[in-house]
T-cell receptor, first 113, second 111 residues
Framework: GAGVSQSPRYKVAKRGQDVALRCDPISGHVSLFWYQQALGQGPEFLTYFQNEAQLDKSGLPSDRFFAERPEGSVSTLKIQRTQQEDSAVYLC???????????FGQGTRLTVV | AQRVTQPEKLLSVFKGAPVELKCNYSYSGSPELFWYVQYSRQRLQLLLRHISRESIKGFTADLNKGETSFHLKKPFAQEEDSAMYYCALSGIIQGAQKLVFGQGTRLTINP
C-alpha cells in the first residue's frame, strides 16, 4: 500500500530484552517522526529525521533508545534492555516536509513483561 | 514552555447537539496548528489544519492568537463523529522543529 507501514504490529518482550521496531514511510517523504503513546495519553515526541539526518532526538527518554534512518527511507527504533515503563504504542509518521500533513502508521504495541 | 493543552479528556454530547473541543497552546511565535482524529481501530489521521481554513466533515477550527486557542467546533454532532481528537502544534520548540500533540479528548456522540 501507499501508507506508512510499521512492523511488527505487536511485540511482547521480556524485561531486559532488546527490540527493534521498523517503519516504512511513504515514498518521497522527507520528514519522519517517532512518537511514544502510553495508554490514555497523547503521542509524545521521541525523535525527528529529515532524510537520513536525525535533526532532533530530544524526546528519547534514555540512552537505551536509539533510532536510525540510514538511507533516508526506512527507519528503525531500537530499545535496549527493555523495561516495563517502555510498554506503549510506538507511532511512526512521515510527511513531505515538517509543516505538511503527517501520515501515521498503525503503530507497534510493545508490552514488556 | 511550548505545549498544547486539551482540558477535557472526555466529552459526551447527544446527536444533533453542537460540539466544541477545546485546545489551548503556549508558543512564542506563529505556530502551525492541526486537529488529528483517531476513529476506533484506525490510525491517527489529519482532520484539518488552521492554514487551510476549510471545513472537514462539518468541523471548523479558528485560530485565536489573542486567546491562544484553536477550538474545534461542529454545529450538529453525528454518531460517526465519536473518536479521539488530538490538537497538535508544529513549530520551533527547544531549538528544533517539532510536531507536538495534546493529551486528546475522547468524544462520544449519544444517539
Amino acid at each position: 500500500g501507499a501508507g506508512v507501514s510499521q512492523s511488527p504490529r505487536y511485540k511482547v518482550a521480556k524485561r531486559g530484552q532488546d527490540v527493534a521496531l521498523r517503519c516504512d514511510p511513504i515514498s518521497g517523504h522527507v520528514s519522519l517522526f517517532w512518537y511514544q503513546q502510553a495508554l490514555g495519553q497523547g503521542p509524545e515526541f521521541l525523535t525527528y529525521f529529515q532524510n537520513e539526518a536525525q535533526l532532533d532526538k530530544s524526546g528519547l527518554p534514555s540512552d537505551r533508545f536509539f533510532a536510525e534512518r540510514p538511507e533516508g527511507s526506512v527507519s528503525t527504533l531500537k530499545i535496549q534492555r527493555t523495561q516495563q515503563e517502555d510498554s506503549a504504542v510506538y507511532l511512526c509518521a512521515s510527511s513531505i516536509t515538517i509543516n505538511t500533513e503527517a501520515f501515521f502508521g498503525q503503530g507497534t504495541r510493545l508490552t514488556v513483561v | 514552555a511550548q505545549r498544547v493543552t486539551q482540558p477535557e479528556k472526555l466529552l459526551s454530547v447527544f446527536k444533533g447537539a453542537p460540539v466544541e473541543l477545546k485546545c489551548n497552546y503556549s508558543y512564542s511565535g506563529s505556530p502551525e496548528l492541526f486537529w488529528y482524529v483517531q476513529y476506533s481501530r484506525q490510525r491517527l489521521q489529519l482532520l484539518l489544519r488552521h492554514i487551510s481554513r476549510e471545513s472537514i466533515k462539518g468541523f471548523t477550527a479558528d485560530l485565536n492568537k489573542g486567546e491562544t486557542s484553536f477550538h474545534l467546533k461542529k454545529p450538529f454532532a453525528q454518531e460517526e463523529d465519536s473518536a479521539m481528537y488530538y490538537c497538535a502544534l508544529s513549530g520551533i520548540i527547544q531549538g528544533a522543529q517539532k510536531l507536538v500533540f495534546g493529551q486528546g479528548t475522547r468524544l462520544t456522540i449519544n444517539p
